[in-house]
């Protein structure tokens, strides 16, 4: 007699995101992912938004620095859209299933796939012997925070694929070595015009928060006319812009521009070039800033607004911490029911 065919588990739509809050907010995160959650979120699908503290501190925080900077985050995600009703907004560090299934996933990560991350490479540079362990297992924490969830997509970077292609090991061979069809493995969301938002500066760097130089990013928290001017002055070339996309192909900070007006406009690059076909950037970087400034200076004043009462973000952060506990304990209780552990049901 034929051994029974087990059906595999379906999982239901699910989508986890988060941020590190370790320094201000910037266009790139904005276009990058603050956008697309809310996109998401106005989809109907049910989303978790996590402020990732527990990865922030894989270098050191200075901890009133980190309270705040947390705090501004989730002020930066609200005042962008993210409705802490639909959605569940929280701090990772509130809930402990992350930790917690985070070590056993360190124990079915193997230590050559931690060491092809090349952000890992990356961050630690030639200094790796003295990074800490956290920096390099973060990956796992990583994985965690998805599949305490048991999250079918993620929305991300092209920066941050390697990791959910981690995740996706990982749950694999949790499944195959307790012989379960525990977790899902996760689909990576990437999509729209500014994925990844380059440098004002240096079309070829990634914009970021941790740019000794402020002229090379937007910053949520930046005034109009330090948005306008910011726009006015980033690094552009001498040609005027092409009449086809293809003649961006060698020109970084010409493309890095078009991409965020068209991410800012919802608009495909295509459409901007169309649209502005051999005009100088004397003419196009004004119009850039203009839109910038529309699209960003409500949010700007929004967040300024909830930084007035921190209480009332703590009690956000809070009640969704809650909510995502409601759905994680469970999962991470399984998960020690699966792997042998003895528990108390008390």
Known sequence: MSEPVQTPQTFPTRIFSGIQPSGGLTLGNYLGALKRFVQKQDEGIET??????????????????????????AAGF???GIDPVRSILFNQSQVSAHVELAWIFNTVARMGWMSRMTQFKDKAGKNSENVSLGLFAYPALMAADIL???????????DQKQHIELTRDIAAKFNNDYGVNFFPITEPV?????????????????????????QS?????????????KFRK?????????????????????????????????????????????????TFKPALADLAVAKLSPITTKMS????????IDRILGEGAARADAIARPIVDQVYDIIGMIRSRH
């Not at 990732?52 to 985050?73: F, G, S, Y």
């Not at 607004?305 to 009332?312: I, V």
Request: charged share 25%; glycine share 4%; net charge negative.
């Open 217 to 229: 990013r937007i910053n949520l928290t930046d005034d109009a006319d330090t948005i306008a001017k």
């Open 305 to 312: 607004d909830l930084m007035q009462d921190p209480a009332e």
């Open 148 to 158: 305490a969830y048991k999250a079918t997509h993620v929305p991300v970077g092209e």
């Open 78 to 80: 609200i005042a962008a």
């Open 190 to 214: 990437i999509e729209g015009a500014a994925t990844r938002v380059m440098s004002l500066r240096d079309g070829t760097k990634k914009m970021s928060k941790s740019d000794p130089s402020d």
């Open 48 to 73: 978790i938004y996590c402020l990732v503290d527990m990865h922030a501190i894989t270098v050191w925080q200075d901890p009133a620095k980190l309270r705040q900077q947390t705090r501004e985050a």
């Open 234 to 282: 980033a690094k552009t070339d001498s040609e005027p812009l092409p009449s086809a996309l293809d003649g961006l192909k060698d020109r970084p900070d010409a493309r890095n521009l078009v991409n965020i007006y068209a991410a800012l406009a919802d608009m495909t690059p295509q459409a901007v070039i169309a649209e502005y076909a051999g005009a100088q950037f004397g």
